[in-house]
């Protein structure tokens, strides 16, 4: 297992629209694998694969409180979503030190592969929904931070660029 570089808005590569991944094999287990540690290490909750510069449709997750339920979802599709949303605060391990608002659909139902292959239907609400929907959107191209105002938007994307100068001296 290794840990993996995470892209940090506003880098271009970040809005790239993920491929399906072909097939469920070594090469994805190991990604999966690689993928939870560097997850787990960043203190995350969830983690596509666009977020390490890999782009296929490609996600893991865990929202569990002791860290040990992880979630993997290969070539998700988003079947169904429940009526109602509210506004959720929001971060992503792709704009650290970062969180606002996001409106959510309250439930969700996803298809999705395992990492054996297998397909799976998953309903859920809560937390897991809203992780869901968010990690679906990096798979898109689409970061957290598109859903507000351009004002906000703007000052978040000129901090980014100021931390990233800074880490680069």
């Given at each position: 297992?290794?840990?993996?570089?995470?892209?940090?808005?506003?880098?271009?590569?970040?809005?790239?629209?993920?491929?399906?991944?072909?097939?469920?094999?070594?090469?994805?287990?190991?990604?999966?694998?690689?993928?939870?540690?560097?997850?787990?290490?960043?203190?995350?909750?969830?983690?596509?694969?666009?977020?390490?510069?890999?782009?296929?449709?490609?996600?893991?997750?865990?929202?569990?409180?002791?860290?040990d339920?992880?979630l993997?979802?290969?070539?998700?599709t988003?079947?169904?979503?429940?009526?109602?949303?509210?506004?959720?605060?929001?971060?992503?391990?792709?704009?650290p030190?970062?969180?606002?608002?996001?409106?959510r659909?309250?439930?969700?139902?996803?298809?999705?592969?395992?990492e054996?292959?297998?397909?799976?239907?998953?309903?859920?609400d809560?937390?897991?929904?809203?992780?869901?929907?968010?990690?679906?959107?990096?798979?898109?191209?689409?970061?957290?931070?598109?859903?507000?105002?351009?004002?906000?938007?703007?000052?978040i994307?000129?901090?980014?660029?100021?931390?990233?100068r800074?880490?680069?001296?």
């Amino acid at each position: 297992m290794a840990l993996l570089p995470i892209l940090c808005y506003p880098d271009p590569k970040l809005h790239r629209v993920a491929k399906p991944v072909a097939q469920v094999d070594a090469r994805i287990q190991s990604l999966v694998d690689d993928m939870l540690q560097t997850m787990y290490d960043a203190k995350g909750i969830g983690l596509a694969a666009t977020q390490i510069d890999v782009h296929e449709r490609l996600i893991v997750i865990d929202v569990s409180e002791e860290r040990d339920q992880p979630l993997v979802l290969i070539n998700p599709t988003l079947v169904w979503t429940s009526p109602t949303s509210h506004l959720n605060e929001e971060g992503c391990l792709s704009v650290p030190g970062i969180y606002d608002g996001v409106e959510r659909f309250d439930a969700v139902r996803i298809t999705a592969l395992d990492e054996k292959g297998q397909s799976r239907s998953i309903e859920t609400d809560g937390l897991l929904a809203v992780c869901i929907q968010h990690e679906m959107d990096h798979l898109l191209g689409k970061v957290f931070v598109e859903y507000l105002s351009p004002l906000k938007r703007n000052r978040i994307k000129t901090k980014m660029l100021k931390v990233m100068r800074e880490d680069a001296r």
